[in-house]
């Protein structure tokens, strides 16, 4: 970019650029459609501001290399981590651990425990004192169940599958 300026300035927290060893840049100039330069210093690709530059200064932001569509793709791949693959089961038994299993490894709701017949009950509520009010009302553990829509079974409680299509 020698006797050039950029066409645009990115000043932001961190510019991620995918090169081995380097760290998050902080500073990002563009020439026509090319990254001309790039800079650890917030400041550092100053000297290529002209008149006709055009300077974004987004110290929250962040730029990420340019995958082929980052606002869906990782998205969904996220949403999908907990999808449970019974397409896979062979009969109902094992249609049935697919579930548990991945219950039990889900953030969301613990595994259904399939002796059960109810829910166990709540603990005892504690008693409310003048610091601390009297507990809400805790509903008992909702039964999982599978409910497939596109793609695997996606387990939910019951209630968080009413009233969608089937």
Not at 56 to 63: F, K, W
Request: net charge positive; with cysteine; charged share 20%.
């Amino acid at each position: 970019m020698t006797g050039h300026g950029a066409d645009l300035l990115i000043r932001v927290g961190a510019v991620h650029t995918l090169m081995p060893g380097q760290a998050p840049q902080r500073a990002l100039a563009v020439r026509g459609d090319r990254i001309a330069a790039v800079s650890a210093d917030l400041h550092g690709l100053d000297h290529l501001v002209t008149e006709k530059t055009e300077v974004h200064d987004l110290p929250g932001a962040t730029v990420l290399p340019a995958f082929d569509d980052t606002h869906t793709h990782l998205i969904l791949a996220g949403l999908g981590a907990h999808d449970v693959p019974v397409h896979r089961a062979r009969n109902i038994p094992e249609f049935l651990d697919r579930g548990a299993g991945n219950c039990a490894t889900s953030p969301h709701r613990p595994a259904p425990d399939p002796q059960a017949s109810t829910a166990p009950p709540p603990p005892p509520p504690r008693p409310p004192s003048p610091t601390r009010p009297a507990p809400a009302p805790v509903p008992a553990p909702a039964r999982v169940v599978g409910r497939r829509g596109r793609g695997p079974v996606r387990w939910c409680a019951p209630e968080a599958c009413r009233g969608r299509r089937r």
